[in-house]
């Protein structure tokens, strides 16, 4: 039995009990100032049934929390940004050359030149052609897996999604920042679109083709939820 002020992780999102004795029913709330999700419940009894309706809101509660403001930071150099789940270096160089991602002594860098906006432009743009890259090779190799026809892949910046498939176009579209996300997060999401080619809905037989791509999904959602609002706040000042 659940007691209140426990506390419970949720698919890599903290979940805390509460119980309202004035409550008439379960029900849940974002803490963003927290950044966690709160069950609430008008007895300790009832504990249980908030925790499974907060299980089945998973989706809501990423966009929510997708939404919530988090300290990202516009690009600077001498500041850092994610990577492929690593932090780079952000360098400017002399004049207005592109951004390139460089190999130095120590470690990874992007360095870009311009100043403002142009260099946020110029290294956004770099995230951009790279995203577009491995998000287009790996719906390749998911797509050949289940003997379809490659779909048309293209990129986009939405709040809260992290990619969208239409089956009757051949096409899925995905949000650029999932080249900030470790490789194995950016592989589970272009699974997921591809699967939506087989099956429209999230029913059991469209997660056994996700689990049939890649294996277990779950760390993946797990990872997404945890640290998506920090996605979606990189580059935003």
Request: proline content about 9%; hydrophobic content about 40%; cysteine-free.
């Given at each position: 039995m659940f007691k209140d002020r426990a506390r419970l992780d949720l698919e890599g999102v903290p979940l805390r009990l509460s119980v309202n004795r004035r409550a008439r029913r379960v029900s849940i709330r974002i803490d963003a100032a927290r950044g966690e999700v709160v069950a609430v419940a008008p007895s300790e009894r009832s504990l249980t049934d908030a925790v499974a309706f907060a299980r089945?809101?998973?989706?809501?509660?990423?966009?929510?929390?997708?939404?919530?403001?988090?300290?990202?930071?516009?690009?600077?150099?001498?500041?850092?940004?994610?990577?492929?789940?690593?932090?780079?270096?952000?360098?400017?160089?002399?004049?207005?050359?592109?951004?390139?991602?460089?190999?130095?002594?120590?470690?990874?860098?992007?360095?870009?030149?311009?100043?403002?906006?142009?260099?946020?432009?110029?290294?956004?743009?770099l995230l951009k052609r790279m995203a577009r890259e491995r998000l287009a090779h790996h719906t390749g190799l998911h797509a050949r897996a289940l003997n379809l026809k490659v779909p048309k892949v293209g990129i986009g910046d939405p709040r809260s999604r992290w990619g969208s498939c239409t089956p009757g176009r051949g096409s899925i579209r995905y949000s650029?920042?999932?080249?900030?996300?470790?490789?194995?997060?950016?592989d589970y999401v272009a699974a997921h679109e591809v699967a939506h080619l087989v099956q429209a809905d999230h029913s059991p037989a469209f997660w056994a083709v996700v689990e049939r791509l890649i294996g277990d999904h779950r760390p993946h959602r797990a990872w997404l939820r945890a640290h998506g609002a920090r996605l979606h706040a990189v580059g935003r000042g």
């Open positions: 089945s809101k998973a989706d809501w509660i990423a966009e929510r929390l997708a939404r919530r403001p988090v300290g990202g930071g516009a690009y600077q150099p001498g500041g850092t940004v994610p990577l492929e789940g690593v932090e780079v270096r952000l360098e400017q160089t002399p004049g207005s050359a592109a951004a390139r991602l460089v190999d130095t002594p120590d470690g990874l860098a992007i360095r870009s030149g311009g100043e403002g906006a142009a260099y946020t432009r110029r290294i956004e743009n650029w920042r999932l080249i900030l996300a470790p490789p194995e997060v950016l």
